[in-house]
T-cell receptor, first 113, second 112 residues
Framework: NAGVTQTPKFQVLKTGQSMTLQCAQDMNHNSMYWYRQDPGMGLRLIYYSASEGTTDKGEVPNGYNVSRLNKREFSLRLESAAPSQTSVYFC????????????FGDGTRLSIL | GDSVTQMEGPVTLSEEAFLTINCTYTATGYPSLFWYVQYPGEGLQLLLKATKADDKGSNKGFEATYRKETTSFHLEKGSVQVSDSAVYFCALTNFGNEKLTFGTGTRLTIIP
């Protein structure tokens, strides 16, 4: 029972480079989310997807793009990385039910030099 | 909009001490309330939840009661262990919107 799987676990980039963070869930959830976690700021929502084929901006979408490839997979892309995007990124998934919890991956630690 | 306020950390306690981490919220309607725990190097895990007023969520010796009159969902444990050292997040969802609104987290360290 893998749950939510994120790859890679660690990455170091130079300013201006691009990369894609991958996320896959095996719980047949409709909703998927990308968050970033910064010290003292909790988790902030970057983008979410309520179902396959739909995506919406969250609190901090600037500098990111997402793709809901299918029901299982939801990727996050940094087109031109900036030092301000150094963070820990978490993917999550859930049922479309406000009473149900979100299930989180173990995170990707991303450093932009 | 909705918001969650948690007590500032870090919190350091001795083993077997009583724990309270305060959480209050601002939301219209009837939100669902959650406590998540994050152990070092891991993602967040659901610790407990409550979906309506006066509900008590409980798990692993932790408890929290949904108090609508004080808009609070304080986390308590009677006797903490070293293994409870983690960051604790209070969060809510609201009707028609399953996106979570998080507090900033409280780092808890338990010393033997």
């Amino acid at each position: 029972n893998a749950g939510v799987t994120q790859t890679p676990k660690f990455q170091v980039l130079k300013t201006g480079q691009s990369m894609t963070l991958q996320c896959a869930q095996d719980m047949n959830h409709n909703s998927m989310y990308w968050y970033r976690q910064d010290p003292g700021m909790g988790l902030r929502l970057i983008y979410y997807s309520a179902s396959e084929g739909t995506t919406d901006k969250g609190e901090v979408p600037n500098g990111y793009n997402v793709s809901r490839l299918n029901k299982r997979e939801f990727s996050l892309r940094l087109e031109s990385a900036a030092p301000s995007q150094t963070s820990v990124y978490f993917c999550a998934s859930s049922e479309q039910d406000t009473n149900q919890p979100q299930h989180f991956g173990d995170g990707t630690r991303l450093s932009i030099l | 909009g909705d918001s969650v306020t948690q007590m500032e950390g870090p919190v350091t306690l001795s083993e077997e001490a009583f724990l309270t981490i305060n959480c209050t919220y601002t939301a219209t309607g009837y939100p669902s309330l959650f406590w998540y725990v994050q152990y070092p190097g891991e993602g967040l895990q659901l610790l407990l939840k409550a979906t309506k007023a006066d509900d008590k969520g409980s798990n692993k010796g932790f408890e929290a009661t949904y108090r609508k009159e004080t808009t609070s969902f304080h986390l308590e444990k009677g006797s903490v262990q070293v293994s409870d050292s983690a960051v604790y997040f209070c969060a809510l969802t609201n009707f028609g919107n399953e996106k979570l609104t998080f507090g900033t987290g409280t780092r808890l360290t338990i010393i033997p």
